[in-house]
């Protein structure tokens, strides 16, 4: 079983809708939490980050951590067809970049 | 450019041929990590550098995979032996120093290595 389980998805939603992602993690000394966007062939570039336990928002972005149910997630307001690629959570029990990521969640915005 | 760049961009090699991908990183990042990202999956973390020590090379999935930072600076990420099952986009990412985490770690736009 694979420490951090994510939902490949594809997930579409109408432009304008809420956009909710989630991961799910089995390894409890993880507490450096982290959503990538990947657009299509290129790298993974950080949206949110979030050390240990609560809501974190930036825009249009929310990302909240459940440490006690091990659940992570991340929702996008307002979603634009420029908003479609793929998520990856990521987490760490490492102040460095030791990372486990998620499969990552494909997401399509459409008009 | 002020990004990580990363080549080739693509490279396509026979089985048991000796590869060797390099990454140049965002000038000044001291800390220097690769993963490896296979299709439909998310990366997966190989070695880290932080400066020219390799800090955890964990990783590496045996012996036939080697990477080296002589000056703190460019890597290189050596694969001999190539098999089919190493087929798949190989990430180099920088972060500016392992003291103060922010999380972010700077990707470049990888080398996709297909053997065949």
């Known amino acids: 079983q694979k420490e951090v389980e994510q939902d490949p998805g594809p997930l579409s939603v109408p432009e304008g809708a809420i956009v909710s992602l989630n991961c799910t993690y089995s390894n409890s000394a993880f507490q450096y939490f982290m959503w990538y966007r990947q657009y299509s062939r290129k790298g993974p570039e950080l949206l949110m980050y979030t050390y240990s336990s609560g809501n974190k928002e930036d825009g249009r972005f929310t990302a909240q951590v459940d440490k006690s149910s091990k659940y992570i997630s991340l929702f996008i307001r307002d979603s634009q067809p420029s908003d479609s690629a793929t998520y990856l959570c990521a987490m760490s029990p490492y102040s460095w970049g030791k990372l486990q990521f998620g499969a990552g969640t494909q997401v399509v915005v459409t008009p | 450019g002020a990004g990580v760049s990363q080549t080739p961009s693509n490279k396509v090699t026979e089985k048991g041929k000796y590869v060797e991908l390099r990454c140049d990183p965002i000038?000044?990042?001291?800390?220097l990590y690769w993963y490896r990202q296979s299709l439909g999956q998310g990366p997966e973390f190989l070695i880290y550098?932080?400066?020219?020590?390799?800090?955890?090379d964990s990783g590496l999935p045996n012996d036939r995979f080697f990477a080296v930072r002589p000056e703190g600076s460019v890597s290189t990420l050596k694969i001999q032996r190539t098999e089919r099952g190493d087929s798949a986009v190989y990430l180099c990412?920088?972060?500016?120093?392992?003291?103060?985490?922010?999380?972010?770690?700077?990707f470049g736009e990888g080398s996709r290595l297909t053997v065949l």
């Open positions: 000038s000044g990042h001291t800390a």
């Open positions: 990412a920088s972060s500016p120093s392992g003291r103060t985490y922010t999380g972010e770690l700077f």
């Open positions: 550098f932080q400066g020219t020590g390799a800090a955890d």
